[in-house]
């Protein structure tokens, strides 16, 4: 697993993810989640895994920052997030 350290993640950018096909994904955060101090501290532990959505989307998924593979401007419809699409394009 990675860590926040180890990886820089670039979230204005967006990506595919190895494994998922022709989708282009955001992401939007970096994983964290609750520790044996969060009750008192308000803190979350990150767990080096980011949050992500498929462009077109709104269910949130949890991927391994190395499986983020930047995406080229244009080379994905911003609209159904299916890469190679240009039917935006036409409208």
């Not at 860590?3 to 990506?15: I, K, M, R, W």
């Amino acid at each position: 697993m990675a860590s926040t350290t180890e990886t820089t993640v670039d979230f204005e950018a967006t990506y595919r993810i190895d494994g998922w096909g022709g989708i282009a994904w955001r992401v939007y955060a970096w994983e964290t989640k609750p520790d044996k101090d969060t009750w008192w501290s308000g803190y979350e532990a990150p767990t080096g895994m980011v949050l992500a959505h498929m462009v077109g989307d709104d269910a949130k998924h949890v991927i391994d920052p190395v499986d983020l593979i930047k995406l080229e401007d244009g080379s994905y419809c911003p609209e159904c997030g299916q890469i190679g699409c240009t039917a935006y394009l036409l409208g």
